[in-house]
């Protein structure tokens, strides 16, 4: 019997994953917004222009995935800290594979998870770069420069993350080809 794991995991075009995600949520209420898909465009991106050696499957769908168990309310910390544990848990009863589970649970270190799966070093920059790259209700959006310099010397401040100086040359040049 295939389970969702093996659904999602198995379409290999990330447009039709998010269609699979949207349907998801409708079914069962899990966090799905246009911050989960811009994030996950920058996680493609990213991808698509650097030569990692991972497989981009496994990373757009935890992309995808990672906040699934992610609050509507910014304000609770409690929240903050475990929904990225709680969205593992439920993701294994889907039938994903413990690495897969502990890549999207390694999406922040609140879980303290030592040592990380290099496919969670993606998923944090994204996560973070990308949401500083939104309007919140508390605060507007930041900068491109301005999200680069916070993500590495406030938020990354002293963490090890594997692929933060490729990040950092891609979004660089990223924004010599906008501007």
Partial sequence: ?????????????????????????????????????F?????????????????????????????????????????????????????????FSDRFCKICEEVNRYSQSYPREKESDILELVDQF????????????FKVDESLVLLEYRNLKDKDNYYMDQFKQFINQMQEVIL
Wanted: aromatic fraction near 10%; proline fraction near 2%; include cysteine.
């Fill in 130 to 141: 990308g949401g500083m790259l939104l309007d919140r209700p508390e605060r507007i959006a």
């Fill in 39 to 95: 994030k996950t465009f920058i996680a493609k991106l990213f991808l698509n222009n650097t030569d990692l050696g991972l497989d981009e499957n496994t990373i757009l769908t935890a992309c995808l995935l990672c906040n699934c168990k992610k609050s509507d309310k910014p304000q609770d910390l409690t929240r903050i800290k475990s929904y990225a544990k709680e969205g593992a848990e439920y993701l294994s009863k889907l039938g």
């Fill in 1 to 37: 019997m295939e389970t969702f794991a093996d659904y999602i995991l198995s379409e290999k075009d990330w447009i039709k994953k998010m269609e699979i995600m949207y349907y998801l949520k409708q079914k069962t209420g899990i966090f799905f917004d246009k911050s989960v898909i």
